[in-house]
């Protein structure tokens, strides 16, 4: 079995703020592979931005902390690095693509000043000014925007095509992985398939790899080959998406968010959404972290945490699986 | 609409009107806050003596000149020395106390209430009502301050009422400003067109919604014109076009006393600390306020 | 039977720097009782002015709405208000459409208290909490206020407040978009559930088709400003006719994995609002776009209710909607 591109392993953090402790995420284990796309899904709250965050040492200083376990990029610790070494990783090894196109861009710079500043600082000044305008013409085209607008400004584009000159950022030096959060919640539908499209497109021509965050199972069931289900701060279902679409096992939460969703081709009288909330991070329940809201719930899932039970590719925390002997 | 307990629902319900801005997790944000503290500290010294001036020292010693003594540094006697007049320096400050912090506080309070009602209406009614207020507040604008309170007193007389009358006349164009521009963001609120689907007159609507939510930016600044307004009634006594001698007021004081600042130098450190303080605590206090009041703004 | 609620060439517009904006142009919708409508676009389409106009928080440059009959438009300012006790309206956003400033039970207050419902105090405490109680509120957040209350409580506020009044109708704008996936589901059954208890109707406007046809009979989809399709939800979702219906049901990325992966994706991006063109205003953006598209359309029923606003369905009657739509056949 080949090592993987990047594997997170009890990957713990905590925001302190004027005396309150959020424990934002706390333990999880993710691995991604050379060339594949895997689907970080939860609602707000369940940390998925921070774990993104945490890759890329991004995490705000004043508040935000690693406090255990080790994220390890091509045999790696990312942890262990120093500011400057990020530095070289960021934008050329690992990049991000954030949520909001809105605010991700620089509105008084133009779009191909953006793409070249990354070139330029990946490059430095090895390679001659009009190489790098080259690349960026190239990389506009990759995205679909026509190479003469790199003299625009943001407020020039719509917001389909802000995302998408995000994107060009985000792969103008080739990295290997990239990392996006929400990168179409803030679109219109039409566009989001747009996007979405080229975004495959692009994973096929360019074989990176990706980390997709999204609350909506429908993207990850249209671009994702695994899928890790997060529930404040931790994960309690992980597999390929085969795994989480089709197999008659699932961890209650997962359920619960399969059956909120009005399906538009099935008619349903009535969702069974969750009831309650998500917990207060600063606060959160011992044992198992759902069980308040979990209509299986059992006497050991209020003391103890469950631990993962795997099923091949296929693994989910739930006192539940153990209990069936399934 | 006021809130009683309903003895229908024993135990279960009780409507207890909170105040969203003076409640005790305000003041304990308050409290926390130490420069705000501090500022408290300094300000209630000058509180007291607002209110105890006479109690402290009789208002005759203020102006009983003893040419004598004239010029002396601080003694057992005369705690802050005496002024070229023989003045106990100390008797001034206490008095001059009373005069500073009402201009201050009065010529603030009717330009913020005049203030903001110009403002609500701009903000809230838009359109040609808008543009002739801002118009009319920019021309105003456009006359440095000192130079149209100076014009208003020059015309009008020196003294007290007159002063207030031109500071409150000069500062309601830069309250209108920015009051107006906490307004408008309030006006684009969700809230206010939920309020007008209620059912909710305009003028409830600016009374209980837009009013209150722009109060943040409008007590922040007043407390920190209340220091403003100070120090410029300050200057303009202290050119003379303010309150005359022989009333004490901190900026005739350091009139009286800059020419003999070199040799003497107590004549105008201890008005001029005066208004240091004063002001200083002030602006500590607002700075406070705003951030107890709404501590998201801080981040 | 007379529709609950009419609108009849409804336009508006909005001057602004650069010409005049057509947010919503020559709309004609019908909304019987107990028929929920659902209004669904992307932005710019218009759907939350619409929904707007229909309460009469803004004013039509053009056109009538009406309301059991009256027209709303032509109201002065204290029918309006009167008309405030009939027709509501639950925001989008449960974060800004909630006076920071003001508790839970004053936000439910104001519309008793502005329209002097209850003579006593009591009276109206009682009806508050009851409110509460109904659409899931615990009493105990009544003298919370709303940046103490996470998204889904915030949101029954609105609807609670929305309700005070016993309207007959309400208009949702998107009322469940910026909360979490299960607290959506929450919220949108309790909407279903009090239009059983308490005979309601709703606008429902969303971009969200999954939610739009679980809770609403009839849909209407609007572009630009123009409503270009219409009809019964089942019917418009099973057999869309207008290429943008089509496409926009397809873009929905469906949590399944039997899909097949090739879809038909819109290109390009909508148009400029602003001084539009006459004519179909998704014709830069149509497959099937021919020279007839530039002339002004409407809306013509091809089925028992299912209209369309389109040149390929122009020249058809009604029960031969089947056969329309490919490019062979112009």
């Given at each position: 079995?080949?090592?993987?591109?990047?594997?997170?392993?009890?990957?713990?953090?905590?925001?302190?703020?004027?005396?309150?402790?959020?424990?934002?995420?706390?333990?999880?284990?993710?691995?991604?592979?050379?060339?594949?796309?895997?689907?970080?899904?939860?609602?707000?709250?369940?940390?998925?931005?921070?774990?993104?965050?945490?890759?890329?040492?991004?995490?705000?200083?004043?508040?935000?902390?690693?406090?255990?376990?080790?994220?390890?990029?091509?045999?790696?610790?990312?942890?262990?690095?120093?500011?400057?070494?990020?530095?070289?990783?960021?934008?050329?090894?690992?990049?991000?693509?954030?949520?909001?196109?809105?605010?991700?861009?620089?509105?008084?710079?133009?779009?191909?000043?953006?793409?070249?500043?990354?070139?330029?600082?990946?490059?430095?000044?090895?390679?001659?000014?009009?190489?790098?305008?080259?690349?960026?013409?190239?990389?506009?085209?990759?995205?679909?925007?026509?190479?003469?607008?790199?003299?625009?400004?943001?407020?020039?584009?719509?917001?389909?095509?802000?995302?998408?000159?995000?994107?060009?950022?985000?792969?103008?030096?080739?990295?290997?992985?990239?990392?996006?959060?929400?990168?179409?919640?803030?679109?219109?539908?039409?566009?989001?398939?747009?996007?979405?499209?080229?975004?495959?497109?692009?994973?096929?021509?360019?074989?990176?790899?990706?980390?997709?965050?999204?609350?909506?199972?429908?993207?990850?069931?249209?671009?994702?080959?695994?899928?890790?289900?997060?529930?404040?701060?931790?994960?309690?279902?992980?597999?390929?998406?085969?795994d989480i679409f089709l197999s008659p096992r699932h961890h209650p939460?997962?359920?619960?968010?399969?059956?909120?969703?009005?399906?538009?081709?099935?008619?349903?009288?009535?969702?069974?959404?969750?009831?309650?909330?998500?917990?207060?991070?600063?606060?959160?329940?011992?044992?198992?972290?759902?069980?308040?809201?979990?209509?299986?719930?059992?006497?050991?899932?209020?003391?103890?945490?469950?631990?993962?039970?795997?099923?091949?590719?296929?693994?989910?925390?739930?006192?539940?699986?153990?209990?069936?002997?399934? | 609409?006021?809130?009683?307990?309903?003895?229908?629902?024993?135990?279960?319900?009780?409507?207890?009107?909170?105040?969203?801005?003076?409640?005790?997790?305000?003041?304990?944000?308050?409290?926390?806050?130490?420069?705000?503290?501090?500022?408290?500290?300094?300000?209630?010294?000058?509180?007291?003596?607002?209110?105890?001036?006479?109690?402290?020292?009789?208002?005759?010693?203020?102006?009983?000149?003893?040419?004598?003594?004239?010029?002396?540094?601080?003694?057992?006697?005369?705690?802050?020395?005496?002024?070229?007049?023989?003045?106990?320096?100390?008797?001034?400050?206490?008095?001059?106390?009373?005069?500073?912090?009402?201009?201050?506080?009065?010529?603030?309070?009717?330009?913020?209430?005049?203030?903001?009602?110009?403002?609500?209406?701009?903000?809230?009614?838009?359109?040609?009502?808008?543009?002739?207020?801002?118009?009319?507040?920019?021309?105003?604008?456009?006359?440095?301050?000192?130079?149209?309170?100076?014009?208003?007193?020059?015309?009008?007389?020196?003294?007290?009422?007159?002063?207030?009358?031109?500071?409150?006349?000069?500062?309601?164009?830069?309250?209108?400003?920015?009051?107006?521009?906490?307004?408008?963001?309030?006006?684009?609120?969700?809230?206010?067109?939920?309020?007008?689907?209620?059912?909710?007159?305009?003028?409830?609507?600016?009374?209980?919604?837009?009013?209150?939510?722009?109060?943040?930016?409008?007590?922040?600044?007043?407390?920190?014109?209340?220091?403003?307004?100070?120090?410029?009634?300050?200057?303009?006594?202290?050119?003379?076009?303010?309150?005359?001698?022989?009333?004490?007021?901190?900026?005739?004081?350091?009139?009286?006393?800059?020419?003999?600042?070199?040799?003497?130098?107590?004549?105008?450190?201890?008005?001029?600390?005066?208004?240091?303080?004063?002001?200083?605590?002030?602006?500590?206090?607002?700075?406070?306020?705003?951030?107890?009041?709404?501590?998201?703004?801080?981040? | 039977?007379?529709?609950?609620?009419?609108?009849?060439?409804?336009?508006?517009?909005?001057?602004?720097?650069?010409?005049?904006?057509?947010?919503?142009?020559?709309?004609?919708?019908?909304?019987?009782?107990?028929?929920?409508?659902?209004?669904?676009?992307?932005?710019?389409?218009?759907?939350?002015?619409?929904?707007?106009?229909?309460?009469?928080?803004?004013?039509?440059?053009?056109?009538?709405?009406?309301?059991?009959?009256?027209?709303?438009?032509?109201?002065?300012?204290?029918?309006?208000?009167?008309?405030?006790?009939?027709?509501?309206?639950?925001?989008?956003?449960?974060?800004?459409?909630?006076?920071?400033?003001?508790?839970?039970?004053?936000?439910?207050?104001?519309?008793?208290?502005?329209?002097?419902?209850?003579?006593?105090?009591?009276?109206?405490?009682?009806?508050?909490?009851?409110?509460?109680?109904?659409?899931?509120?615990?009493?105990?957040?009544?003298?919370?206020?709303?940046?103490?209350?996470?998204?889904?409580?915030?949101?029954?506020?609105?609807?609670?407040?929305?309700?005070?009044?016993?309207?007959?109708?309400?208009?949702?704008?998107?009322?469940?978009?910026?909360?979490?996936?299960?607290?959506?589901?929450?919220?949108?059954?309790?909407?279903?559930?009090?239009?059983?208890?308490?005979?309601?109707?709703?606008?429902?406007?969303?971009?969200?088709?999954?939610?739009?046809?679980?809770?609403?009979?009839?849909?209407?989809?609007?572009?630009?400003?123009?409503?270009?399709?219409?009809?019964?939800?089942?019917?418009?979702?099973?057999?869309?006719?207008?290429?943008?219906?089509?496409?926009?049901?397809?873009?929905?990325?469906?949590p399944r994995l039997d899909e097949s992966l090739k879809k038909e994706?819109?290109?390009?991006?909508?148009?400029?609002?602003?001084?539009?063109?006459?004519?179909?205003?998704?014709?830069?953006?149509?497959?099937?776009?021919?020279?007839?598209?530039?002339?002004?359309?409407?809306?013509?029923?091809?089925?028992?209710?299912?209209?369309?606003?389109?040149?390929?369905?122009?020249?058809?009657?009604?029960?031969?909607?089947?056969?329309?739509?490919?490019?062979?056949?112009?």
């Amino acid at each position: 079995m080949t090592n993987p591109l990047l594997a997170i392993n009890d990957l713990k953090v905590v925001y302190t703020t004027a005396g309150s402790v959020v424990r934002a995420v706390n333990g999880i284990r993710l691995e991604v592979m050379q060339g594949e796309t895997l689907g970080i899904v939860g609602e707000t709250g369940a940390g998925k931005t921070t774990t993104a965050l945490a890759v890329l040492q991004l995490l705000p200083s004043r508040t935000g902390k690693v406090v255990g376990g080790h994220i390890i990029y091509k045999g790696e610790d990312l942890l262990k690095k120093s500011e400057q070494e990020m530095r070289r990783i960021r934008g050329a090894k690992i990049s991000m693509i954030f949520q909001d196109p809105m605010t991700a861009l620089n509105p008084v710079t133009t779009i191909g000043d953006q793409i070249l500043e990354s070139l330029r600082i990946h490059n430095g000044g090895k390679q001659q000014e009009r190489r790098l305008q080259e690349r960026v013409d190239e990389l506009l085209q990759l995205v679909g925007i026509v190479p003469s607008r790199k003299r625009d400004y943001p407020h020039q584009f719509s917001g389909g095509m802000k995302q998408r000159a995000v994107i060009a950022i985000a792969l103008a030096c080739d990295p290997e992985l990239v990392i996006a959060d929400e990168p179409t919640t803030a679109l219109d539908v039409t566009i989001q398939a747009q996007v979405l499209a080229m975004i495959s497109e692009l994973k096929e021509k360019l074989g990176t790899s990706m980390i997709l965050i999204t609350h909506d199972l429908g993207i990850v069931a249209q671009t994702c080959d695994k899928v890790a289900i997060m529930y404040a701060g931790e994960i309690v279902e992980q597999g390929t998406v085969r795994d989480i679409f089709l197999s008659p096992r699932h961890h209650p939460y997962t359920e619960g968010l399969f059956g909120s969703i009005p399906d538009m081709d099935v008619e349903v009288g009535r969702l069974t959404p969750i009831e309650g909330l998500m917990p207060d991070p600063v606060n959160l329940p011992r044992g198992c972290k759902f069980h308040p809201r979990c209509r299986h719930a059992m006497d050991i899932c209020r003391t103890v945490i469950p631990e993962a039970r795997q099923w091949g590719t296929h693994s989910i925390a739930c006192h539940l699986m153990r209990e069936e002997g399934v | 609409m006021n809130g009683r307990q309903l003895d229908r629902h024993p135990g279960e319900f009780v409507y207890k009107k909170r105040n969203a801005f003076l409640n005790r997790d305000t003041w304990g944000r308050f409290y926390k806050n130490k420069s705000a503290l501090l500022g408290l500290c300094i300000f209630s010294v000058f509180i007291f003596c607002l209110i105890f001036a006479d109690v402290i020292v009789p208002y005759g010693k203020a102006l009983e000149q003893n040419l004598r003594i004239r010029m002396q540094p601080p003694s057992a006697a005369h705690w802050f020395g005496t002024d070229i007049y023989g003045r106990d320096i100390f008797a001034r400050i206490v008095h001059a106390t009373r005069y500073s912090l009402f201009m201050g506080i009065v010529s603030v309070a009717a330009g913020i209430i005049i203030g903001s009602a110009i403002a609500a209406l701009a903000g809230y009614r838009g359109g040609r009502t808008d543009g002739i207020i801002v118009w009319l507040m920019d021309t105003i604008l456009c006359i440095p301050f000192m130079l149209l309170a100076l014009a208003m007193v020059a015309s009008l007389g020196s003294g007290l009422r007159n002063l207030l009358l031109a500071l409150v006349v000069a500062s309601i164009p830069i309250y209108v400003r920015v009051i107006r521009s906490s307004i408008l963001t309030v006006v684009e609120s969700d809230f206010v067109e939920a309020a007008r689907c209620c059912g909710t007159p305009d003028r409830f609507i600016i009374l209980k919604h837009i009013l209150p939510n722009a109060i943040g930016t409008i007590i922040v600044q007043a407390t920190t014109s209340v220091g403003t307004m100070i120090t410029w009634a300050a200057a303009l006594s202290y050119i003379g076009m303010g309150i005359q001698p022989p009333i004490p007021e901190w900026g005739s004081m350091l009139a009286e006393g800059k020419a003999y600042m070199m040799k003497s130098p107590h004549l105008v450190i201890f008005p001029g600390m005066a208004i240091v303080l004063c002001v200083l605590s002030l602006n500590l206090m607002g700075d406070g306020l705003r951030d107890a009041l709404d501590p998201r703004l801080k981040d | 039977m007379e529709p609950l609620l009419k609108t009849v060439g409804l336009k508006k517009y909005f001057r602004v720097a650069g010409g005049v904006l057509h947010a919503v142009d020559n709309v004609n919708l019908s909304i019987s009782k107990g028929r929920n409508l659902g209004v669904v676009g992307e932005s710019g389409c218009g759907k939350s002015t619409l929904g707007r106009l229909a309460v009469r928080l803004l004013d039509a440059t053009e056109g009538q709405v009406f309301f059991e009959g009256r027209n709303i438009m032509e109201f002065e300012k204290k029918k309006v208000q009167m008309l405030r006790r009939e027709m509501q309206m639950i925001f989008q956003d449960p974060y800004s459409s909630l006076n920071p400033r003001m508790s839970v039970f004053e936000l439910i207050s104001e519309p008793l208290v502005m329209n002097k419902v209850y003579p006593t105090y009591r009276e109206m405490a009682d009806r508050i909490l009851s409110m509460m109680d109904m659409v899931g509120l615990a009493r105990r957040f009544a003298n919370s206020f709303p940046h103490e209350l996470d998204g889904g409580r915030r949101q029954r506020i609105g609807v609670a407040r929305a309700l005070a009044l016993n309207p007959k109708f309400v208009v949702c704008d998107e009322p469940v978009s910026a909360l979490d996936v299960s607290i959506q589901a929450q919220i949108l059954n309790l909407l279903m559930d009090l239009q059983d208890e308490l005979g309601l109707t709703y606008m429902f406007i969303t971009h969200d088709l999954s939610v739009v046809k679980h809770i609403s009979r009839e849909i209407a989809v609007m572009y630009l400003g123009q409503c270009i399709e219409r009809g019964p939800s089942r019917e418009v979702f099973k057999n869309p006719l207008h290429p943008y219906t089509k496409a926009l049901l397809a873009a929905v990325p469906r949590p399944r994995l039997d899909e097949s992966l090739k879809k038909e994706i819109i290109r390009g991006e909508v148009s400029d609002p602003v001084n539009p063109k006459p004519g179909c205003r998704f014709a830069p953006r149509c497959d099937f776009f021919t020279g007839v598209c530039t002339k002004d359309i409407e809306l013509k029923e091809v089925n028992s209710g299912h209209f369309v606003a389109c040149t390929l369905f122009q020249g058809q009657s009604p029960g031969s909607a089947a056969c329309a739509g490919s490019k062979a056949s112009l």
